[in-house]
């Protein structure tokens, strides 16, 4: 199964009318935040594949925002998909999509006073709200999860000694506990492209999208 992976740039490879021909063995679009709405509706629309998100730190209001329906999750929680958009949200969720057991868990490390950053201690019980639905998915699927789709990367991988891009502790336990096959996140930006993007922890395969990552997966 392929994915095309996009994160905080809109890519001129991608938002063309070439994305048909470029991408055409995709089989399921992943964005990691801080991109506008209609650079998602027109990947989702050009390319007519299942596209699931979270979202970032920025680019936050232009979209619809529902009551918050999760304790754990400082930014309103959205409706599984946005009106007319075509897109599935997996903030502080777990989902089954194309077949993918995807878990999302969006936003940054908490640096000002703005909407969905949280402390490592707040992103803890994000990760515990979704419990109980990974162990569900262990027990039918044999597994707890293929993807967990962040926007910010793990403590100590890929990420940066600044606060604002400073990765979660939190997202290090998870990867021990439950062993997703990788977890794709985006906020750290590289801005020469042949630096390394990829870094096996335990189990799991942390890629770095940012712009965009096309990821041959392997999914049981």
Excluded at 60 to 86: E, T
Excluded at 94 to 107: D, F, P, S
Excluded at 160 to 172: A, V
Aim: net charge positive; aromatic share 12%; with cysteine.
């Amino acid at each position: 199964m392929k994915a095309l992976c996009v994160s905080d740039k809109i890519d001129p490879l991608v938002y063309s009318d070439l994305i048909k021909e470029r991408f055409a063995d995709i089989d399921i679009v992943l964005a990691a935040g801080d991109l506008p709405l209609e650079y998602l509706e027109f990947i989702v629309s050009s390319l007519n594949k299942p596209l699931v998100f979270v979202f970032g730190n920025h680019h936050l209001k232009q979209y619809y925002y529902y009551k918050n329906a999760n304790p754990f999750d400082g930014l309103a929680v959205m409706k599984r998909s946005v009106p007319g958009l075509g897109t599935v949200y997996a903030g502080g969720k777990v989902i089954k999509e194309n077949g993918v057991l995807i878990a999302g868990l969006g936003g940054s490390m908490r640096y000002n006073t703005g909407r969905n950053q949280f402390t490592n201690f707040e992103m803890s019980l994000r990760i515990i709200g979704l419990i109980p639905r990974l162990l569900f998915n262990r027990l039918i699927y044999g597994r707890a999860l293929d993807i967990l789709l962040t926007h910010a990367p793990p403590y100590g991988i890929h990420d940066q000694r600044d606060i604002c891009h400073r990765g979660f502790r939190s997202f290090l336990w998870f990867m021990k506990i439950f062993k997703p096959k990788y977890l794709i996140h985006g906020h750290i930006h590289l801005y020469d492209l042949s630096e390394a993007r990829q870094t096996v922890y335990h189990k799991t395969t942390v890629i770095n999208v940012y712009n965009h990552f096309v990821i041959d997966m392997e999914i049981k």
